[in-house]
């Protein structure tokens, strides 16, 4: 069988303006009656429903990389690849234990304001603004990298144009829709995601009578016991407890995530949220696995690689085999909608960051009147917008996947920390903030650059001077251990007596930002 | 509104909340790391099989993934009937 790709696929063009002009549609039908504030650009108006930010969180959440990269994992490295797809739905109830409730009761537009809200705006804001835009640059570099791989292999469309229409169009949504326009994109994407990896799924599986162990027998019979049990991913505890740290934290001090709360009116639609999201990712990620399965059956190990390296191109050719061109070009458009829906979520993330945290609320101290903040807030997004696609073609054939670890590292040991302490600890002081997101990010970023996938694969150096992928297991207690320090030697008295105060509206959400004064 | 503060009832409320969050990441983290240390520390056992062809570790990389999402639905359930009628009760009292 021939597979048609790198060539312009008349139905892949067709479904994807489709996509384009749906929700170009519902964008413009839901946001048309939009207020035009600061607030309403990055909180969509705050009257999202919990199921719809469960469907956008998912749609936030699962990533090109995690459908063809994790499906792709699962066609060549077999087992692994379901023990990698665990790690990424684990974050999400420490994310409704510790984090959901509290973030929507405190914060308005970012989680930043939450750790700002009884200490120094000043100092808070710029530390957590930094390690917050650090973690949405590294995360979209890598997304930008993929995308444009993607995109060329997939529509035929050279590098350099696929990044510059994925911002284009990302912008579109973004700067004239705000958050209202990406929450829609998001549950559009994620149904579609959805809805194409049910139908994959299920295509596969009648090929086996419908039974996974049919499939896994086959896959055992092909290639042997190996692809059933675990290989290289975990080489040993300490390795392994690191990236579960990474993995479940990090989802912790993803601002693209936790900005989401912010759109839901309150603490209970917050929680549903959480339930929602959890239920979709975790259904996707139970479903995948089948899908990487079926294609290393039905295609062949060759056959996949031969296509792109690391097996990104399984589940399309997987879909144009079991459905011909039309299912490809379906599948290929939802991948197109996935990477718009991500890159859009952080685009916001980064301009609450840059124009609300930076700009009006440190540089100007606040003083600005509601038109000045929603053009910084427009003018932001579009200068991260520029940046994303100048990075995207920058990073070209660069191994990018080191990025993603760097996101998730930094976002578990620094962002994760200052808002957890924030939210429990009394006596966390400004500069015990300001020492714990340096020292956890710090270290994050130092040992990520020491650890085997820069030191080995991207510089090809014979040996990492650190020895583990994921640096979580020290960068993260550095985080606690620099906050705690910070904040016994200069206490902070003000931000104790807050914290008293502040109880009614964490835990009674009596005083939080409501959908109305938004 | 310093007399809601000082009651015994926000007090227990709020430790009540963190003593049930945490018994619940307790069992996430037992869950999840149990789940990859077994596949670190005891190969054998996650290779043997179920029936014909599944093995131990596929069943439980399906078995943290339900666990994961039961956990959540539990604490919605602790959430609305415990914890959001204390906080309408002691709404009351502001």
């Known amino acids: 069988m021939e597979y048609k790709f790198g060539e312009p696929n008349a139905v892949a063009i067709g479904c994807f303006i489709l996509v384009v002009l749906l929700t170009f549609a519902v964008t413009w039908f839901v946001s048309r009656k939009q207020q035009q504030s600061a607030g309403s650009y990055y909180t969509g108006g705050g009257g999202i429903s919990g199921f719809q930010n469960g469907l956008a969180l998912a749609g936030d959440y699962m990533s090109a990389a995690s459908f063809l990269g994790i499906s792709g994992m699962v066609a060549l490295q077999g087992y692994d690849g379901m023990i990698y797809a665990v790690g990424w739905i684990v974050g999400w109830p420490a994310l409704m234990f510790l984090i959901a409730e509290p973030l929507r009761n405190l914060g308005k537009y970012s989680f930043a304001d939450v750790v700002a809200s009884r200490l120094k705006e000043g100092p808070i804001r710029t530390a957590s603004a930094i390690t917050g835009l650090l973690v949405v640059v590294s995360y979209t570099v890598a997304q930008m990298v993929g995308s444009g791989k993607l995109i060329e292999l997939m529509f035929g469309i050279p590098y350099v144009m696929a990044e510059i229409i994925v911002g284009t169009v990302m912008l579109m949504y973004v700067v004239f829709g705000g958050m209202l326009a990406t929450t829609w994109v998001q549950i559009i994407k994620a149904c579609l995601l959805l809805f194409g990896v049910t139908i994959l799924a299920v295509l596969a599986l009648a090929q086996f009578g419908f039974n996974p162990i049919t499939l896994y027998g086959e896959v055992q019979n092909t290639y042997g016991e190996a692809m059933l049990n675990t290989g290289g991913l975990i080489k040993g505890p300490i390795e392994a407890f690191s990236l579960g740290l990474a993995l479940m934290f990090g989802l912790l001090g993803l601002p693209h995530i936790l900005m989401r709360f912010f759109t839901v009116p309150d603490a209970k639609e917050a929680r549903k949220s959480v339930v929602y999201a959890t239920t979709f990712i975790g259904y996707f990620y139970l479903i995948i696995p089948i899908v990487g399965f079926a294609a290393v059956v039905l295609l062949s190990k060759n056959a996949i690689t031969a296509v792109g390296s690391g097996g990104n191109m399984a589940a399309p050719m997987l879909a144009q085999f079991l459905g011909g061109t039309p299912f490809l070009g379906f599948i290929s458009a939802v991948a197109f909608a996935t990477i718009l829906a991500v890159v859009a979520g952080l685009a916001l993330a980064a301009a609450s960051a840059l124009a609300n945290d930076l700009y009006i609320s440190t540089f100007r101290k606040g003083k600005a009147d509601e038109t000045e903040k929603l053009k910084a807030a427009r003018v932001a997004t579009m200068i991260y917008g520029v940046a994303a696609v100048g990075l995207g073609i920058l990073f070209k054939g660069q191994n990018v996947a080191f990025l993603v670890a760097l996101a998730f590292s930094i976002a578990a040991s620094s962002n994760f920390p200052a808002l957890l302490l924030s939210i429990v600890w009394k006596k966390f002081s400004t500069t015990g903030a300001v020492m714990g997101i340096l020292f956890g990010g710090l270290s994050a970023l130092i040992l990520i650059i020491l650890s085997p996938t820069v030191c080995v694969t991207l510089l090809g150096n014979e040996a990492a001077i650190f020895p583990y992928k994921f640096p979580t297991i020290i960068s993260l207690p550095l985080a606690f251990i620099g906050s705690f320090i910070g904040s016994i030697m200069v206490p902070d008295v003000e931000a104790q007596e807050k914290f008293e105060q502040q109880k009614i509206r964490t835990y009674l959400g009596v005083g939080s930002e409501g959908a109305s004064d938004h | ?94």
């Open chain 2, 1 to 94: 509104m310093q007399e809601l503060l000082n009651s015994d009832r926000f007090k227990n409320l709020i430790r009540k909340r963190w003593t049930f969050s945490f018994i619940m990441l307790m069992v996430l983290f037992f869950i999840y790391y149990g789940f990859v240390f077994t596949i670190a520390l005891n190969k054998e056992f996650v290779a043997q099989k179920v029936g014909t062809y599944a093995t131990v570790g596929i069943i439980m990389s399906i078995a943290v993934i339900l666990a994961a999402w039961f956990l959540t639905i539990i604490y919605v359930i602790w959430a609305n009937k415990v914890y959001d009628k204390e906080v309408e009760e002691l709404k009351k009292m502001l």
